[in-house]
């Protein structure tokens, strides 16, 4: 069965109170419920995992490889600054899909710059929680090619 990594960055743990006129209302676990549902539906196995330190997100990435088949990352605000990131994901050769619940396009220049896009197969950003089942959808489509 394919599997999928679901890995959040930073501060997404608090998802849910933290500025909800920018993230919304939804928490984290509630995207992981969402994740499994979609995975059940669509016989898909999902993985979930979050950090705060940019390390251990790095031994994320590297022990996803030969256990799933695909990442989506929202790699929160590492995306603006990681190249360690950037390079964890070029080295281990999976398809990512780079997840935002913002529109990092429409806020501050600094947002704007994104480290792991050039690694990734694509980016949604923008559309709230709804963004991971898009990339799910995206993720599993690219995979079944
Ligand atoms: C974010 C956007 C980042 O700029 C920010 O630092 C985050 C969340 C998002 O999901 O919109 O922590 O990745």
Known sequence: MTSILILNGPNLNLLGTRQPEVYGATTLSDIETMCQKYGDSHE?????AQSNHEGVLIDHIHAAKGVHSGIIFNAGAFTHTSVALMDAIASVELPVIEVHLSNIHAREEFRHKSFIAPVAIGQI???????????????????AR
């Open 44 to 48: 898909v196995e999902i993985g979930f």
């Open 125 to 143: 950003c923008g559309f709230g929680a709804q963004g991971y089942l898009l990339a799910l959808d995206a993720l599993t489509a690219h995979l």
